[in-house]
């Protein structure tokens, strides 16, 4: 034991979760700590690791603002659960369905009668002072009652070991899906210890969820659509949201993906609106409508509030529901609970005293040295304040604020946080961090089921006091000990799905998510065209044997505007391929690429999400890094090796549903528009009489090998331009691009009943019917070379100006969904 504790320090004034005041290890540890023992200091520093690597692999994250290691920090979990036992957890979870049930009774006061404002139990100050009280949902009843369908609470223990409540969390509590997370990786990490400890499993809990949103969605005989309604991936918790949709079968949608038409909610989809019966939000309340809560924002939906007031939609939770988590009302709770239930609350609140009443200012004001003063409403922007740090000048203004304003403060207790062990892994031993534990429950038929177990948060540093994600902490499992080998509990199908109903496309497919399908599939390819051609010269450059060569491929990198005209070549390079202000540059085009990718994040699969994430981490690199030519060349190989990874991934692991056709429309619009561009300024150069200019372009059209192994010889104008243009087997050829893009188009035209586009076609013949025999007579003699040349150049001009408005009129038709009439007023 020692091995493991000689850097454990059992301080007093805490609760130890693993171990008891003497230094013993507390019962429901022991299998843990004895198995812990038996490991030594590399195996579970690689344990760590291994699961350390797990979870940015599955590209878990948490997104901290202004983060220097980045907008998408990976999540951090720890390789220890925190282990409660099955008694303790009966309490628990007993007053976490009873806080629930009463919070649901305060909220259906509020907005209902306001007898508990009336008769003096809650101040109306409290509640109407809020930002989070909406009257415009006063007198709203959502079906059979229930507003609060979601509920956690945030939980710290006294040293004596009870567990009180700190918080309440009733908007959109968030970390559930984080929760489900941390069990699927960590019960890898341990597989036998956590079926030996008979831990209880989780899939219970999300299978009520799914039957609760279900059940009280509206609608009479319609199978019900639910939404998780997101505010887009710079949300913190945007992982979760994404990874919740999916393991719930929810469409993820953002504002913008829902109208509402006659005071219904439909989704946007690529094949028409599609009505939604329930969404479950994680956006904020005052955000949700625009035209009746708040005017600035651009993540609701216009109108939602109206049709949740008609019955045609259910909103988890009510909106308004934030009203609950003021911490001013903890003190409030007691009292109501027992006016309402005649019940005394199991989970007691911490300490907590609203100034809004002279009594209790004026004993706040006097044990200021013992309190921390929290804002009573969200529209301050403060954070706590711990009465002890203060100076005698801090404290004297911060007496004349809060008598200045007594009701927009509250003051409580400063919480002992619990002490729990971490690995720390540098010096291969055991650490005691500060926790606190969140908890959730969910709306049943029969009252309120508290999820077993919950998302333990830690803290950053030894000494620290208190516990945030949004500061560094770190997070454990949570395993709740059953008394019995748990029964297996799976996901259930929500109804029996028959031959009948059988779909071979996906009929929820929001617009937006197609738009940014065909945007990334558009970006694959525009990021793997600039690496090849900035690779090319990049390896001239260091090679510095054929400087007309390199002056070629110079000169048509600064034709397609993929290089800066000014400056030193060495200078331009650099701004090319990392350039902050040059918009153009692959970093730009690779940051666009990510941009893109998060918005389908949903669409893709886990392995093609790890190419994504590597191909972001050298990214990252290349932001970073001081610039060597040399390394950044090796860095250009890699990058196209992971975008030809990405290009598999797009051909061999995604249904062939509208998004995937999408996606490769993106990326066939854009690799035809790259190769028309590219050759007819080829065709422009001098370097078309250069064997060395002509070995770059098959190299810059990924076609050398097939190139040497047809033709067993130097490169030559005629075969290069018939393997780069005229070749309908090769998919680097224009008329392979071409003949592709026009199919699709037409696909797309008969599946949507719409007219044909046939710009395409014309050229196709063009293509088809160049003679390259006429380049071999000019060649002889017998015609000009130029004039020829000149007329293959007019043709793939042509060619990448057609593609543009090709790509325009599909963004406008099913993106935008303008029709063909409008479209000539929208071009005018």
């Known amino acids: 034991m020692s091995d493991l504790l000689d850097r454990y320090p059992l301080s007093g004034g805490s609760y130890h979760e693993m171990l008891e005041a003497d230094g013993g290890v507390r019962p429901h540890w022991r299998r843990l700590f004895e198995q812990l023992q038996r490991s030594a200091p590399g195996q579970l520093s690689q344990r760590q690791a291994s699961l350390t690597r797990q979870i940015q692999e599955n590209g878990v994250t948490y997104n901290v603002y202004a983060d220097p290691k980045g907008a998408d920090r990976p999540w951090e979990l720890d390789l220890l659960p925190h282990i409660i036992p099955a008694h303790e957890w009966r309490q628990v979870a007993a007053g976490i369905a009873q806080r629930a049930r009463l919070l649901n009774a305060v909220l259906a006061d509020i907005y209902g009668p306001q007898t508990l404002i009336a008769q003096g139990l809650l101040p109306a100050e409290l509640i109407f002072g809020h930002n989070n009280y909406l009257w415009p949902c006063q007198g709203m009843r959502p079906p059979q009652g229930t507003f609060l369908h979601l509920y956690a609470a945030d939980l710290a223990r006294t040293p004596d070991g009870r567990w009180w409540v700190t918080a309440d969390r009733t908007q959109a509590p968030s970390g559930a899906g984080y929760a489900l997370e941390n069990r699927m990786s960590l ?54 949201h994404l990874y919740l949709a999916r393991q719930l079968g929810y469409p993820l949608v953002e504002g913008s993906d829902l109208t509402v038409r006659e005071a219904t909610v439909y989704l946007k989809t690529l094949s028409g609106l599609r009505r939604v019966h329930a969404i479950m939000r994680r956006l904020d309340d005052d955000f949700c409508d625009p035209l009746e809560l708040r005017t600035d924002s651009a993540l609701g939906v216009p109108g939602l509030l109206d049709a949740v007031r008609q019955g045609n939609v259910m909103v988890a939770n009510a909106l308004g529901s934030g009203v609950l ?44 040295d013992e309190l921390v003063i929290k804002p009573a409403f969200p529209s301050q922007n403060f954070g706590p304040v711990f009465g002890r740090d203060l100076n005698t000048i801090q404290r004297q203004a911060l007496t004349e604020r809060i008598q200045a304003r007594p009701y927009a403060y509250v003051a409580q207790e400063m919480a002992q946080l619990s002490q729990a062990p971490v690995w720390h892994c540098q010096g291969g031993h055991l650490q005691p961090r500060a926790i606190g534990m969140r908890v959730f ?280 331009l018939d393997l780069l243009l005229l070749d309908a087997q090769n998919p680097h050829a224009v008329l392979f691009q071409l003949k592709l893009v026009a199919r699709a188009v037409r696909r797309l035209s008969d599946e949507f009943d719409m007219p044909v586009d046939r710009a395409l076609e014309p050229l196709i013949e063009r293509v088809a019917r ?41 963004a406008l038709r099913h993106f935008v969904h303008v029709d063909d009439v409008s479209q000539q007023t929208v071009s005018v």
């Open 187 to 240: 019960s890898r990490a341990f597989p036998e210890l956590y079926r030996d400890l008979k831990v209880e499993h989780m899939a219970g809990f999300f299978r009520t969820v799914q039957d609760t949103m279900s059940r009280l969605a509206p609608g009479a005989q319609e199978t019900p659509l639910v939404v998780l309604l997101t505010p887009g991936r710079f949300n913190e918790s945007y992982f979760e």
């Open 325 to 368: 988590e003021s911490p001013g009302l903890l003190g409030f709770l007691p009292r109501i609970c027992e006016h309402l239930y005649d019940e005394t609350l199991i989970l007691p609140s911490i300490a907590t005293w609203w100034c809004g009443e002279p009594p209790v200012l004026a004993q706040a004001l006097e044990r200021l």
């Open 441 to 720: 429950a969910v709306a049943a038929a029969d009252g309120y089921r508290v999820l077993p177990g919950g998302l333990t948060r830690v803290a950053t540093d030894a000494d620290a006091e208190v516990v945030s994600m949004q500061h560094g902490g770190a997070s454990k499992d949570t395993w709740v000990l059953g008394e019995h080998a748990p029964v297996g509990e799976q996901w259930r199908a929500q109804r029996t799905i028959g031959a009948h109903d059988l779909v071979r496309m996906d009929p929820y497919l929001p617009s937006r998510v197609v738009e940014n399908l065909f945007w990334f599939g558009r970006y694959c390819e525009r990021c793997d065209g600039s690496a090849r051609l900035l690779r090319i010269i990049l390896g001239r450059y260091l090679d510095g044997d054929d400087p007309h060569a390199l002056q070629a491929a110079v000169d048509l990198a600064e034709n397609l505007n993929l290089l800066p005209e000014e400056g030193d070549l060495r200078e331009r390079l650099l701004m090319a391929l990392r350039g902050e202000d040059w918009a153009f540059s692959l970093r730009a085009n690779l940051q666009r690429l990510q941009w893109a990718a998060f918005q389908v994040r949903s669409k893709l699969s886990r392995e093609n999400w790890q190419a994504l994430g590597e191909l972001q981490r050298e990214s990252l690199a290349l932001e970073t890094q001081v610039p060597d030519l040399g390394e950044l060349l090796d860095f250009l190989n890699r990058l196209v090796m992971n975008l030809a990874a990405l290009s598999g991934f797009a051909l061999d692991d995604m249904t062939r549903d509208e998004g995937w056709r999408f996606l490769m429309i993106g990326r066939r619009i854009e690799r035809l528009q790259f190769l028309s561009n590219g050759l007819s300024a080829f065709l422009a150069s001098d370097a078309v009489d250069d064997q060395a200019g002509l070995d770059w372009l098959l190299e810059l059209g990924n076609s050398s090998i097939t190139y040497r192994s047809r033709y067993l010889a130097v490169p030559q104008l005629i075969p290069v």
């Open 770 to 810: 160049f003679d390259l025999g006429t380049l071999e007579n000019a060649l002889f003699g017998e015609a000009s070379v130029r004039a020829v040349l000149d007329g293959l150049r007019s043709l793939l001009q042509d060619i990448a100006s057609v593609s543009v408005q090709v790509s325009d009129r599909l």
